[in-house]
C-alpha cells in the first residue's frame, strides 16, 4: 500500500498526520509502481511455495512456537487447520525423551542447519517417524525464524523392521531345522533300543518302562519332523489334507505349553470327515496361530480354560 502522508502541528505540539491511499494514482510506467508489483508478485510467491510444497512444513520461532503451517504440515501434526496451531510449540508433539533434544536442536538451528529423526506422538494413534530438516530462514534478524521441513518415514520404518523381523526368523528357522536333524539321529537310536529291550524275552520285567521309552521316543520323533515341516522353505502346493492329523502335529506341539496354561483341548473330528485340498503347512500354520491366541486368552483370564477343535462336513447349496 502507497500512502501520501501530510503532518501538522496541532495545539499543545501534537501532530496531526493524514494519510491517503495514493497507489492508484501512480502511473504504470512509474519506478515506484514496478517495485511495488514486483513486491506484491514476491509477496505472493511465498505462500504458493509454502503451501504447494509436497512435504511438511512449519515456520517456527526459535523456541519451537508456530507461526505457520502449509497444509501437510497441518495433515501431519493432525490439525484441522493453521489457526488450530499457530502459539503451539512443536515440542508438544515430541516423546518426553526427545523433548530435550528437538529443543536443543532448535536452539542450534539458529547458527546451522540442523537435521534429525523425530518420533511425533499424538493421542489414540501409533506415533510418526520423521526425518526433519531445521533451517533458519532470516538469520539477519534479531529474532529467528526457523523453517521446519519433515518427510514422514513411518511406512520405510516399518517395512525396515518387517524386513528385520523376516531375516530374524529365516535365521530362527536354519537353526531350529539344524537342531532337529541333530536330533533326530539319537531319537532314533532311542527308540531302536528300547522296541530291542522291550522284545527280550530275558528282560520282562523291563517291557512295560522299554514300551513307554518308545513311544515317547517316537513323539518326540514326529514333533522333531514337524519343526523340520515349518523350518524348511517350500513352494506353496495343493493337495488333500487330513485335518485330523493336521490338530494331532499342532497339539503335539503346543502340549507342554497347554498343560503350563492348565488348558484342556477338546478335540471332535468324526471319522468320516473328508479329506480338504490346501497347502498342509499353511493350514497347519493357520491352526497353530488359533490354538496359540485361545491360548493365550485363557492364560489372560488367570484360571483354567477349555478350547474346543471342532470340524464337520458342511453341504453347500448353490443355485
Not at 523392521?161 to 532311542?190: F, M, T, W, Y
Request: glycine share 4%; aromatic share 4%.
Amino acid at each position: 500500500m502507497v500512502l501520501e502522508t501530510r503532518v501538522t502541528r496541532g495545539p499543545r505540539n501534537h501532530l496531526v498526520m493524514v494519510f491517503r491511499q495514493v497507489r492508484e494514482d501512480l502511473a504504470p510506467e512509474a519506478r515506484s509502481a514496478h517495485l511495488l508489483n514486483a513486491f506484491d508478485s514476491e509477496r505472493r510467491l511465498y505462500p504458493q511455495v509454502f503451501n504447494s510444497l509436497p512435504t511438511p512444513a512449519l515456520v517456527l520461532t526459535a523456541d519451537g512456537q508456530i507461526l505457520e503451517a502449509n497444509p501437510e504440515g497441518i495433515r501431519l501434526l493432525g490439525a484441522s487447520d493453521p489457526l488450530a496451531l499457530r502459539g503451539r510449540t512443536l515440542v508438544e508433539w515430541a516423546p518426553v525423551p526427545q523433548r530435550t533434544a528437538l529443543a536443543a536442536g532448535l536452539r542450534d538451528a539458529v547458527t546451522r542447519r540442523q537435521e534429525f529423526h523425530l518420533a511425533l506422538e499424538f493421542a489414540g494413534e501409533s506415533s510418526r517417524e520423521v526425518h526433519a530438516l531445521i533451517v533458519n530462514i532470516d538469520a539477519a534478524r534479531s529474532s529467528p525464524t526457523l523453517l521446519f521441513l519433515a518427510l514422514d518415514v513411518s511406512r520405510e520404518m516399518l517395512l525396515q523392521r518387517r524386513l528385520l523381523q523376516a531375516d530374524r526368523l529365516s535365521q530362527l528357522g536354519a537353526l531350529v531345522s539344524g537342531v532337529a536333524h541333530e536330533l533326530n539321529n539319537p531319537l532314533a537310536a532311542i527308540a531302536a533300543f528300547a522296541e530291542l529291550l522291550a522284545g527280550d524275552p530275558h528282560q520282562a520285567d523291563v517291557k512295560e518302562s522299554a514300551d513307554i521309552i518308545c513311544a515317547e521316543a517316537m513323539r518326540a520323533g514326529r514333533i522333531v519332523r514337524t519343526l523340520l515341516d515349518f523350518a524348511r522353505q517350500r513352494p506353496r502346493m495343493e493337495v488333500a489334507v487330513d485335518l485330523a492329523e493336521v490338530f494331532e502335529r499342532v497339539l503335539a506341539l503346543q502340549r507342554n505349553a497347554l498343560k503350563k496354561a492348565r488348558v484342556r483341548v477338546a478335540l471332535s473330528v468324526p471319522d468320516e470327515l473328508p479329506t480338504v485340498v490346501g497347502d498342509p503347512h499353511e493350514l497347519q500354520q493357520v491352526v497353530l496361530n488359533a490354538v496359540v491366541n485361545a491360548r493365550q486368552a485363557v492364560e489372560a483370564a488367570g484360571r483354567p480354560g477349555k478350547i474346543t477343535i471342532a470340524a464337520q462336513r458342511t453341504a453347500i447349496m448353490c443355485s
